[in-house]
């Protein structure tokens, strides 16, 4: 049985380790001062993070925030202000593909909507082909496209925008093709 349990502070340095293991692609962006420094401030609860695991391993997790990289913040439609940001999703590389990103990406947005978060804004290596079929999951729509030479070494070297609306998520429960329990937040 998969279980998706909120991260503390205790679970910093696995986290830390767990997401240059099995993160790093050449689609996935990780800078690493940056990345480390993100997931420093879940023990500040500036950040919040969802682990999926198994008899106590780690098989994957998320981290979300409410603050907005620069990078979306033209896309985001006057009035509404009430949004966060994805901003890590790893799954461990023997686990791809079994519906562990889908699922603590909808975790996330329980999470969320239960915070009263109306829209859920992630950013991506518009070839991560892995992430693009998660996010499609999930629910997200693409809503811009562009050039991003300075952060972008490989392929089209394109960013993609993705944002899906928590306003009309009604589904609480979280469903699919895991066994999966969830810890209150
Ligand atoms: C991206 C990532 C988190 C996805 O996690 P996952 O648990 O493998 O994803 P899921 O099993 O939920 O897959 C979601 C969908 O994408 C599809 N998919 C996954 N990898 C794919 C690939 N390489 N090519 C095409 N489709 C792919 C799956 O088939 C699935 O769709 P389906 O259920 O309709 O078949 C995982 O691949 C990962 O950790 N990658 C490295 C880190 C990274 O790039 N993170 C994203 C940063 S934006």
Redesign the pocket.
């Known amino acids: 049985m998969v279980h998706i349990r909120s991260a503390k502070t205790e679970d910093i340095p696995m986290l830390k380790g767990f997401i240059f293991e099995?993160?790093q692609?050449e689609?996935?962006y990780l800078p690493r001062e940056e990345v480390l420094a993100h997931l420093s401030k879940i023990e500040i609860h500036e950040v919040q993070a969802l682990i999926a695991e198994e008899a106590g391993t780690c098989l994957?997790f998320c981290s979300f925030n409410k603050e907005l990289p620069e990078k979306c913040l033209r896309y985001i439609p006057t009035g509404k202000n009430k949004n966060a940001y994805l901003a890590?999703?790893?799954?461990h590389k023997s686990?791809?593909?079994?519906?562990?990103?889908?699922?603590l990406v909808e975790a996330a947005k329980n999470v969320l909507k239960m915070q009263d978060i109306q829209a859920l804004y992630?950013?991506?290596?518009t070839d991560?082909?892995?992430?693009?079929?998660?996010m499609?999951?999930s629910g997200f729509e693409v809503i811009a496209e562009f050039d991003d030479f300075e952060i972008r070494t490989s392929g089209s070297r394109r960013t993609s925008i993705t944002r899906v609306e928590l306003s009309n998520y009604e589904d609480i429960g979280v469903g699919g093709k895991l066994p999966i329990s969830i810890a209150g937040s």
């Not at 890590?88 to 799954?91: A, D, L, S, Y």
């Open positions: 099995h993160g692609n689609w996935n994957g890590e999703v790893v799954v686990h791809s593909g079994k519906g562990i990103g889908s699922e992630a950013v991506r290596h991560n082909l892995g992430s693009a079929g998660m499609r999951k």
